[in-house]
């Protein structure tokens, strides 16, 4: 039996990615898959039909596309994947642990579900994998782009004869995959950075890139910092997110933008730009915030998606869907990284799942009308109260 891997079309408002790219088909026809396009999935990203064909797909109706797919490849989880019939299989960044509802829909309808942002990070053979990692580098390139365009002044310090303008100062608040980025594309454009992280470790990654470090009072006070599981930062404490919250107040005023990337797992994001911090600031100054989402933000009245000008003149960017706008990029990446993971869901060429498999275990959401990985079972466990 060929399986067959789908590619529809992405729903989403705003989306322009595509799970799979023709490259990313050439890649599963090598591993003598069978694929199917739905036709114009890839416009969005400037990816033609014809180059899918031309790779070896075939392109076909959504309804087409869902009837012959053992296995759907998607960004987002598509409203209408019921239509995937019963032990077929979905593979995306589904985010299982903050929309247990959506788990819940997949295991009644007894979908296989794979989500890509459960991903074991630090494991080596998992790299290539890390969709979170590849579209939140793309977003963390873009923030400085989108801070850069909306600044008033330039990011370098410019020698003319109509005279030397200073350099912006930028602060990048979160220095994980989005935060590096953007430190090191606002540098390539000339500002001078200066990047914060809650986890001590950061600091070095901050270091490495030329920038300088803004040091803060240690939560805990144990030199642990905010360092939690998995190379991942834990919640802080009400009292300690206060203290850090001040401290960050006093440290603001001098910058021109701030890019904020801080996220936990699982959990809203941390206040980290306050309203007194914003009122502080120079008018014309600009902060971007790639944590502006349904769950909340970094910065205090930042919307997503949206543009809010303060009544002091700071512009304030709710940018949480950054990697949907450098759609051919994040494509490519994302693309890469679904043939790294496919091969590994497969024994003797047809998805088998094996949750004594280090990778499936933890990737696995649901499978067989059961939800299999205990994160977003115990999600969906509190979510229905039980
Ligand atoms: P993330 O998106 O979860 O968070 C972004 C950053 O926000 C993190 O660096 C985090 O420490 C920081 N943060 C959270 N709360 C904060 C607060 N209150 N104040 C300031 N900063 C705060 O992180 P990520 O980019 O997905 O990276 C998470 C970890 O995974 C990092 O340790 C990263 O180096 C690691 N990682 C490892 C690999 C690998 O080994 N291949 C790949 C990717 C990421």
């Given at each position: ?24 088909v050439q ?21 033609p ?9 075939v392109?076909d ?28 299989t ?25 989500s ?23 977003a ?13 002044g330039?990011f ?46 950061a ?46 107040d ?10 904020t ?35 909340g ?56 799942v ?27 466990e ?5």
């Amino acid at each position: 039996m060929t399986t067959t891997v789908g590619v529809v079309r992405e729903t989403a408002a705003g989306e322009r990615r595509v799970a799979l790219t023709p490259d990313g088909v050439q890649r599963l026809r090598a591993l003598g898959l069978e694929v199917r396009v739905e036709a114009g999935a890839g416009e969005g990203a400037f990816l033609p039909d014809a180059d899918y064909a031309a790779a070896g797909a075939v392109l076909d109706t959504r309804a087409k596309v869902y009837a012959d797919s053992d296995v759907l490849v998607c960004v987002h989880p598509p409203g209408d994947v019921e239509a995937l019939r019963p032990g077929r299989t979905l593979v995306g960044l589904l985010f299982p642990v903050t929309d247990p509802g959506l788990t819940r829909r997949l295991a009644e309808a007894k979908i296989t579900a794979v989500s890509l942002d459960l991903l074991p990070r630090t494991l080596s053979r998992a790299q290539a994998m890390d969709a979170l990692t590849s579209q939140a580098a793309v977003a963390g390139y873009k923030a400085a782009l989108v801070a850069a365009a909306a600044y008033a002044g330039y990011f370098p310090m410019l020698m003319t004869a109509a005279g030397t303008t200073r350099p912006a100062q930028v602060l990048v608040l979160g220095a994980g995959v989005a935060g590096l980025q953007a430190i090191a594309t606002s540098r390539r454009l000339g500002a001078v950075v200066t990047g914060y992280d809650i986890r001590p470790a950061a600091h070095a990654d901050i270091a490495s890139t030329g920038a300088t470090v803004l040091e803060l009072p240690d939560p805990g006070g144990t030199g642990e910092g905010g360092a939690g599981e998995g190379g991942y930062a834990r919640r802080l404490t009400d009292a300690e997110a206060l203290a850090q919250r001040q401290a960050l107040d006093a440290a603001i005023a001098r910058f021109d933008i701030v890019i904020t990337t801080a996220q936990v797992p699982g959990r809203p994001p941390p206040l980290l730009v306050s309203a007194d911090a914003l009122e502080a600031m120079r008018p014309g100054s600009v902060v971007v915030d790639l944590a502006a989402g349904a769950l909340g933000g970094n910065v205090a009245g930042s919307e997503p998606g949206g543009t809010v000008v303060t009544g002091r003149g700071v512009t304030l960017i709710g940018a949480a869907d950054l990697a949907a706008t450098v759609p051919a990029a994040a494509s490519t990446a994302y693309a890469r990284n679904l043939c790294a993971l496919l091969p590994g869901l497969l024994r003797d060429g047809v998805v088998t799942v094996d949750l004594d498999d280090e990778i499936q275990a933890a990737v696995v959401v649901t499978h067989d009308g059961d939800i299999v990985n205990p994160r977003a079972r115990a999600a969906a466990e509190e979510e229905s109260g039980s």
